[in-house]
């Protein structure tokens, strides 16, 4: 399968992550490190979430299609 890996940083308080682990928003919108807009379901977040937020580096894996694979934070 072919796919497109982005990069991006993310930095959420606790309260920010709240709103989407309460389903408040669906979808969260990222800039890559490229300058491509990405926006995804919001859940694909929640492992990530600890009681300061959600704070790092992050890789998306896409579809050629641009549809979701995986992410996962890196160093």
Known sequence: MERKTYYFSIN??????????????TSIQVLSDCG????????????????IGIKGRFRIHLTTENKFISIEKVN
């Open 12 to 25: 959420l308080n606790y309260q920010e992550c709240m709103a989407y682990y309460k389903g408040h928003y």
């Open 36 to 51: 491509k807009t990405i926006r995804f379901a919001a859940e694909k977040l929640r492992p990530f979430m600890s009681s």
